[in-house]
Each structure stands twice: as C-alpha cells, then as structure tokens.
C-alpha cells in the first residue's frame, strides 16, 4: 500500500484533529496545516478592527486583504506553528474565549469561506499534507487519498478542552466549556455552505476513551504504516 500524499483530517472541536494531524504530519514527513487557523485569524481582525460581526459585506472585505502566514514553531512554548496576522505574532491570540464566540458565526459567511478555501486548495494541491478543519474532505480536498473523521462524545470533547485551557491559566468552568462547544457544533454542521460532515468516503474514528497514542496508531494503519516503530 503506497502511504496517501493529501490526508484530510475533519471533526467537531477538540475532537483531537490538530494533536493527531501534527504527530501524523511528523512521521510521514508531510506539512501539517490548520484550517482552524484561518477562519480564527479573520475573526480576530474582524474584532480588533471593530468591525461588526453581524456585518458580512465589511467582514468579509476584510477575510479578503488581511494577510495570514502560517510558519514553523519560534518560541517552544506549547505551540505548533507560528501564526502572523499582518506580520504580528497572534498564535495565542487567536485561542482566546473572545475569538472561539464569533468564530464559527464569521466563517459561515460565504465570501469568507471562499477566501479562505481558494488558498487551502493551493496547498493542498502540493502534496505531501496533513489538512485537518471541517470541510477537508467535502470541499477543500474532496480528492484527498485518505479521508479520516475524528469524532468524540460532547462531554468528552468538552473535558480535554477544559483542561486545555486551565493548563494555560484561562479561567473557565466546564460547564461553560461544554455550552460554547455544543454552540460552535451546532452553528459548524447545520450552516448552508460546507458544514461539518463526514464525506461519504471518510474512515469515521470515535476517540471516546482512547489515549492519544492509540487514535494516532489508528491514523497511521490507515496509512499504511505500522504505528509503534
Ligand atoms: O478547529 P478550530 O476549533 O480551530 O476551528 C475554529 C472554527 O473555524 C470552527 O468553529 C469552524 C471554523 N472552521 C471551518 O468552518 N472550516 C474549517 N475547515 C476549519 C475551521
């Protein structure tokens, strides 16, 4: 079995896309990218420019010049890539509980998505990818090699992103946790343009109880390539 070029990895949030996409990225040798990444940035300038979120025509605008460069970790830190908006550093930024509130509202906005694909599409096109977001494997990439949805229980979900966020000295409950990301689910799969489904060709994997390492082993079978080497 020849290991897939372009792997679109797609899930609901913090159903444990990026930390597998990332360690998959690494042992295959391919370029590891976030969607997630981009529709958070606009949303950042959209917020800091004070423009109105209710506003698409502006917003959208803006999805259109802003400038975001995705590049390898600077600071070791935690984070797993560098990510620039108009050349500042916002890697963190665009993680804040402000961002996550008005980010799945922003990108259900047509001409957002469409920014946002056209470029994804460029590099999918190179090869050698791990893409992980919502629309991967129905839009972005719909003929990706290999197609893997991640998937995991609300309360599950809920627990990792609670801790997540604790560990970087965020003040939060888990309840509220588990409303914002039952909120974003909603608005991510029930939304007209792309939303969040499996494709129909996607290997479904619910990492309900699994460990980290387990659902990677899973994800390099997939590929064809034993998992504990
Ligand atoms: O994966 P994430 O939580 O960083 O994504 C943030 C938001 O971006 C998510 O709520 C929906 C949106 N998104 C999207 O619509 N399409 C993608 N391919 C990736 C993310």
């Given at each position: 079995m020849t290991i897939p070029n372009s792997i679109a990895i797609d899930g609901p949030a913090s159903s444990g896309k990026s930390t597998i996409g990332v360690r998959l990225a690494e042992r295959l040798g391919y370029l590891f990218f976030d969607t997630g990444i981009m529709y958070r940035a606009v949303t950042l300038a959209v917020i800091r420019k004070g423009?109105?979120?209710?506003d698409e025509d502006e917003v959208t605008r803006l999805a259109q010049i802003v400038h975001i460069d995705v590049r390898s970790?600077?600071?070791?830190?935690?984070?797993?890539e560098d990510v620039l908006l108009d050349g500042e550093d916002v890697t963190w930024a665009i993680r804040d509980p402000e961002v996550e509130k008005w980010v799945s509202k922003i990108s259900a906005y047509a001409g957002v998505r469409r920014a946002m694909t056209q470029l994804q599409r460029r590099i999918g096109k190179r090869g050698r990818v791990v893409m992980v977001g919502r629309?991967?494997?129905?839009?972005?990439?719909?003929?990706?090699d290999l197609k893997i949805y991640l998937d995991a229980s609300l309360e599950e979900r809920a627990r990792r992103r609670y801790q997540e966020l604790v560990q970087r000295g965020e003040s939060v409950t888990l309840k509220e946790v588990l409303v914002g990301l039952k909120k974003r689910d909603q608005i991510d799969s029930s939304r007209?343009?792309?939303?969040l489904k499996p494709a129909k060709d996607a290997v479904i994997l619910?990492?309900?109880?699994?460990?980290i390492e387990e659902v990677l082993k899973k994800a390099l079978e997939l590929c064809g390539v034993v998992g504990n080497e």
């Open positions: 423009i109105d979120i209710n970790p600077s600071i070791a830190d935690g984070r797993k629309d991967i494997g129905t839009v972005v990439m719909p003929d990706a007209e343009i792309a939303p619910n990492t309900d109880g699994l460990s």
